[in-house]
């Protein structure tokens, strides 16, 4: 069989490597992929991006199945699409997909159905929103409303901070954010405490089927400080998402999510991701959700995984999430994101890359922003490389990962050196 994967990040190069680990597949198409899917000779690259064209692709190629990495593609309607040609895809639909797409449609969708959060308002006034800083005081976290990779978020632990990021946002339109409806407006909402962790499931419209947890490290930098990123690297399992909090989040948060969805006519296809806050309680709060798979936690998630994954999202996309059963590696697996220098507001491309370790069972480079061209490795993006191991113990696994890490060279790399530490410690 013949499959597409739709994009062109780590979790992406991951996603094609498990899927061309399962005997039943052929060929493994990624659109556009990257240098790592580039150079990997059982992958094949694909420089199309407009959805019509992946569909076109797809149809031509005879697709027996189509993946969605990134959450621009799924808010574009890519799934739509397929569906309306009759080709298989996992994924949720373009409405679906607002649940990522737009933090307001997110907020109130929580509130709508009882699925705990931290208390918000939603601003389309600059001026309405500073008095409101004012009057609640920080810390304080202000969001703002449509798609932007990570960094549309500011925690403001000073009041100052979450005023410029309400001028920013609603007044500058940086960030990077891309408005809905063009219309800037900004959530803000109540400073929560606690761990986070990220909570996958897979959803066939009525099956759920919760994956490994994980855990990211969002800050730039070591000690979880610095601005928020896309990820600078993740571990699974997840030690603060004991059995207790698994159960929770799946009747507190995943359940109502997903009859949520259905009681607003929307019925919930492809991975879930809840960004979760758990306090030294056990309590759980849901940050946000996303319409897909985390990256960098896809990475060390799918190192786990020993089912066959083409199998898995062959049942969802065919609602037979119901025959599933996933096998787990009981190894803790650890990724490690290097990014260029600059990243995450101006990352500097164009930067050759030496040193790759080669690839194993055991420790795998997953590409993002990489190119290969004439032969040689370039740096093409914020987040370059991510290197995740498997070892018995989280400190087993850093310290492959580090070794790895030592050795890749590209100018300016910048990584966090505590990746797993909140691990070790329990
Ligand atoms: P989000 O994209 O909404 O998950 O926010 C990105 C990151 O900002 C989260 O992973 C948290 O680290 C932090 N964050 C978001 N909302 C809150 C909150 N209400 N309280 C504390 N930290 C938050
Ligand atoms: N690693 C966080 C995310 O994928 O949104």
Redesign the pocket.
């Known amino acids: 069989m013949r499959v597409l994967v739709i994009g062109s990040g780590g979790r992406e190069h991951a996603l094609a490597w498990k899927l061309r680990r399962s005997p039943k597949v052929s060929k493994v198409f990624v659109a556009p992929g990257n240098g790592g899917t580039a150079r990997d000779s059982t992958l094949t690259n694909v420089n199309i991006t407009d959805i019509h064209a992946l569909a076109d692709f797809a149809q031509t190629e005879k697709a027996a199945l189509t993946v969605v990495g990134p959450e621009a593609a799924l808010c574009a309607g890519v799934v739509d699409e397929f569906r309306s040609r009759g080709l298989r895809i996992v994924g949720p639909t373009k409405a679906a997909a607002q649940l990522e797409g737009s933090k307001a449609f997110a907020k109130d969708f929580m509130q709508r159905h009882g699925i705990p959060t931290a208390r918000h308002t939603t601003f389309y006034d600059a001026e309405q929103a500073h008095a409101h800083v004012a009057q609640r005081g920080a810390p304080i976290v202000v969001k703002a409303d449509g798609l932007a990779a990570?960094k549309g978020v500011v925690v403001a632990m000073v009041a100052a901070e979450a005023h410029a990021a309400i001028d920013a946002i609603l007044l500058g339109k940086q960030l990077g954010v891309q408005h809905n409806a063009g219309r800037a407006c900004v959530v803000i909402e109540d400073f929560l405490h606690g761990e986070e962790a990220s909570f996958i499931v897979l959803c066939d419209g009525k099956n759920v089927l919760p994956l490994a947890s994980s855990q990211?490290h969002?800050r730039l930098l070591d000690g979880d400080t610095g601005p928020n990123t896309?990820?600078m690297g993740a571990y699974s399992p997840a030690p603060v998402v004991t059995p207790n909090v698994h159960a929770r989040v799946m009747h507190e948060i995943i359940t109502p999510a997903i009859t949520g969805m259905a009681r607003d006519g929307i019925a919930y296809t492809g991975f879930l991701y809840a960004g979760l806050m758990i306090d030294p309680q056990g309590q759980v709060k849901t940050l946000e959700f996303?319409v897909r798979m985390?990256?960098?936690?896809t990475q060390p998630i799918l190192m786990r995984l020993k089912s066959d994954l083409f199998e898995i999202l062959m049942h969802t996309a065919d609602g037979t999430l119901d025959k599933v059963d996933l096998q787990w590696d009981r190894r803790v697996a650890l990724g490690v994101v290097m990014a260029a220098s600059g990243y995450p507001m101006s990352p500097r491309k164009g930067h050759v890359i030496n040193g790759l370790p080669a690839d194993t069972d055991d420790t795998m480079v997953f590409h993002a922003g990489t190119v290969l061209r004439d032969g040689r490795l370039t740096t093409s993006g914020g987040r370059v490389l991510c290197v995740t191991a498997l070892g018995d113990s989280v400190k087993t696994a850093q310290h492959t990962v580090y070794e790895a890490v030592a050795g890749i060279l590209f100018n300016g790399a910048q990584f966090r050196r505590d990746i797993g530490s909140r691990a070790v410690k329990r």
């Open positions: 990570g990211d969002k896309g990820g996303n985390g990256d960098p936690e």
